[in-house]
C-alpha cells in the first residue's frame, strides 16, 4: 500500500464536534477499502487567504493515510460531493512525519528577526556605520524666512 498525506478544508459554520465527525467518516471509508489511517491532526479554525465559497476562515485537517489508491480515489470522490469541504489534497510521501507536523510546532519568539533592524543574517544598521554627526541647530546658520517683516 502507498503512503499519503491528506488535508481538507471545512467550512467556517460548522463545529469542532462536526469536524471529528467528518474525520472519522471518511476514516471508516479508508478502512472500508483496505486503509488505514495514521496521525490525525486538526490544526482548528485558520484564516484564509482568498475566499472560498463566501468563507473567510476553514477547519484545517491533516491526515496520514496508508490505503490503496483507489481507497484515496473514494474518500475524494465523497469530499467532491460534500458540501461541508471547501478543498482536499491528497499527497503521495515516501514515509510519514514523526511528531507533530510543521504547523503544530510553536515556533520560539526569539528566534524570528526583530523589526528594528537586527537580523542576523542581514546585519543592522552598524555594517553601514555610524551616522555623520549634523552637530547642533546653533552651529548652523540661520536662513532668512521671506514672509518676515
Known sequence: MALYEHVFLARQDISAQQVDA???QYKGVLEANGGKVGRVENWGLKS????INKNRKAHYVLMD???PAPAV???????R?????LRYM???????EDGPSAMMQKRDRDDRP???GDRP?????????????RGDREDRPRRPREDRA
Do not use: C, S, W
Open 48 to 51: 484564509l487567504t482568498y475566499r
Open 73 to 79: 480515489h473514494e474518500i475524494e470522490r465523497q469530499m
Open 114 to 116: 526583530r523589526r528594528d
Open 65 to 67: 493515510i496508508d490505503a
Open 121 to 133: 543574517d542581514r546585519g543592522g544598521f552598524g555594517d553601514r556605520g555610524p551616522r555623520p554627526d
Open 81 to 85: 460531493i460534500n458540501e461541508d469541504v
Open 90 to 96: 491528497t499527497i503521495a510521501v515516501e514515509k510519514h
Open 22 to 24: 467528518l474525520v472519522e
